[in-house]
């Protein structure tokens, strides 16, 4: 099975080129080559080439792991963000349908108003941000193509070489810094290890599955939570941790605060449940990258 990825520079494209044997890989991204596998680079905004790389790399799959993924940016920059956000799908799913080629895109549980979540594949959507509407968008432009998944997901942890620091490793490095990590205390979800993630994904297309699908860890509970447990898992000052409520920030997209995406539809085609937020915390310490570059956190 081979598997065109694109965003392959990003946090969930690195991890999925990054399994080995899962299936034949390829990568395109913006940047230069910086994956281990067949790569191309390029603008996927641009439709012409979009269809000359599904053409050339003929894969069964294709994962749409790039967007914009800067929340408030794609308040303060809506062109931007519905090139990177709807174009590109647009693009992708009019080349993939021609071609019956699978395409896979990865949406996010911001298309929920966060009144009532958890929420199940079918619950009323009712986004708050442009990036929300935007992806709620995106997720509509794979209607009526055959082979065709849309997996909304949520709070990405873990460590991906060659990524910029995310929300776990900046924590970590926070608090053993002994500075204070300030977190709210009122947004609500389940933290999917990016791991996790990527192996259901080959999973789903190697099933042959089409459909919506939510996929989230089995533990929910807020960020100042997640921020606790973390540092209670890593022995550093929980004291550190300092709850703040999501009002108080001034952020310019508001966010969904009671989140979360149920995984139950996942869990009966898959035959298990997600990573819990502690398994996933295990894996991370033992996983041989994180270990090499983060040894001071080492169990
Ligand atoms: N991270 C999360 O917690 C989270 C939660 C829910 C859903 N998601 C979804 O999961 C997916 C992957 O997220 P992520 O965290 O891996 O994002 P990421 O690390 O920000 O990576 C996104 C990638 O998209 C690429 N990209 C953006 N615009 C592009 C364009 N016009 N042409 C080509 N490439 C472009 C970026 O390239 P450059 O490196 O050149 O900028 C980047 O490599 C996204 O669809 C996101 O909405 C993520």
Redesign the pocket.
Known sequence: MRILV????????RRLLAQEGAAEWVGC???AATVGVPYWQ????DRDAVAALVAEVAPDWVV??????NVDQCEEDADAAR???VE?VEHLAAVCGDAGVGLVQ?????VFDGAAGPYAEGDATNPLSNYGRL?LESESLLRGLERALVV?????YGYVPG?GANFTTWSLETLAAGEPLRVFADQWGNP?YVPDLARTLVELCRAEVSGLFHMGGATFMTRHDLALALADFFDLDSALVQPVPTGEVGLKAERPLRSGLKTDTLEAILGRRPLGFSEGLECMARDPDFRRDFPQFAR
């Open positions: 694109t965003g392959a520079n990003g946090f969930l494209g991204g913006r940047g390029l603008e996927l905004t749409n792991a790039a967007a914009m993924t090139r990177a956000n590109i990865i949406s996010t549980d911001y992806k909304r997901t949520l709070w990405l990524t999917t």
